[in-house]
């Protein structure tokens, strides 16, 4: 399936349809919504999306910027009814690659239980024991990219 995978500027309308997504899949399930507060922290994050050829939006992920060149990757987001299709993968590795070029050593990120297998399939390591987040188990996860 061909796709465009593209950083995008905060608070533009693609960011504004990244964040309903980010809700609907993300959020929602949980019963949680996002804070002014934290949508202003994301001002200084790099946001990456993946688009269809039809220009509809079919998923999205955000990295932040720790010190020591390494990188955070959050809210990694696929529409549900385009999950498996290897869109996810496509926009994790879009996003590696950009990183390698900023000088980014590792990405880290704390992943949901269930998303760990996918993560592990790029080449990501659990890091220590479960905990819980936002209420349900994750794993932190690192990956060392190859410079």
Same mark, same amino acid.
């Given at each position: +399936?061909? +796709?465009?995978? /593209?950083? *995008?500027d905060?608070?533009?309308p %693609?960011y504004?349809e990244?964040?309903?997504l980010r809700?609907? @899949?993300?959020?929602?399930?949980?019963?949680?919504?996002?804070? %002014?507060?934290q *949508?202003? %922290?994301?001002?200084e994050?790099?946001?990456?999306?993946a688009?269809?050829?039809?220009?509809?939006l079919?998923a &999205?992920?955000m990295?932040?910027?720790?010190? #020591?060149r390494?990188?955070?990757?959050? #809210? @990694?987001?696929?529409?549900?009814?385009?999950?498996s +299709?290897?869109i996810? /993968?496509?926009? @994790?590795r879009? /996003?590696?690659?950009?990183? #390698?070029q #900023?000088?980014?050593? /590792?990405?880290? +990120?704390?992943?949901?239980?269930e998303a760990?297998?996918f &993560?592990?399939?790029?080449?990501?390591? @659990?890091?220590?024991k %479960?905990?819980l987040?936002?209420?349900?188990?994750?794993?932190k996860?690192e990956?060392?990219?190859?410079q």
């Open positions: +399936m061909p +796709m465009l995978f /593209s950083t *995008i905060y608070a533009s %693609e504004d990244c964040l309903a809700y609907r @899949v993300l959020r929602a399930p949980l019963g949680l919504d996002y804070t %002014e507060a *949508i202003a %922290e994301e001002w994050h790099h946001h990456f999306a688009f269809l050829e039809s220009g509809e079919a &999205y992920l990295l932040e910027m720790l010190p #020591q390494v990188a955070k990757m959050r #809210q @990694v987001a696929v529409k549900p009814e385009l999950q +299709m290897g996810g /993968s496509g926009l @994790v879009f /996003s590696e690659e950009w990183s #390698q #900023q000088g980014v050593l /590792s990405i880290v +990120m704390h992943a949901r239980k760990v297998p &993560y592990e399939r790029l080449g990501y390591h @659990v890091r220590g %479960e905990f987040e936002v209420g349900i188990p994750h794993f996860m990956k060392t990219l190859n």
